[in-house]
């Protein structure tokens, strides 16, 4: 791995860290709003992206509304279909 990857991975990480601290912690699940923002993707595009089959695994809340867990996000994130 050279120097530069390694750079680009620990900046990686340390974003990924400073939006796990920022997290309020008893918050579990997130809905879409708050998942597209976790993702820093717009909402448009996370609706698209399960209108096409693909997208984080969510679980719906109520007849109208998704919700997605920090670890599904996460999962999705580093699954390789997030482009």
């Known amino acids: 791995m050279s120097p530069t990857e390694m750079l680009s991975e620990l900046q990686e990480l340390r974003l990924r860290l400073a939006k796990l601290e920022t997290a309020n912690r ?5 809905n879409q709003k708050e998942a597209a923002h976790y ?3 717009s909402e448009e595009w996370l609706r698209r992206q399960h209108a096409i089959g ?3 695994k969510r679980t719906r809340r109520g ?11 996460d999962a999705y994130a580093a699954s390789g279909d997030f482009a």
């Open 26 to 30: 008893r918050k579990t699940r997130f």
């Open 39 to 41: 993702l820093n993707r």
């Open 54 to 56: 693909r997208g984080p």
């Open 63 to 73: 007849s109208r509304y998704w919700d997605y867990t920090i670890q599904d996000l």
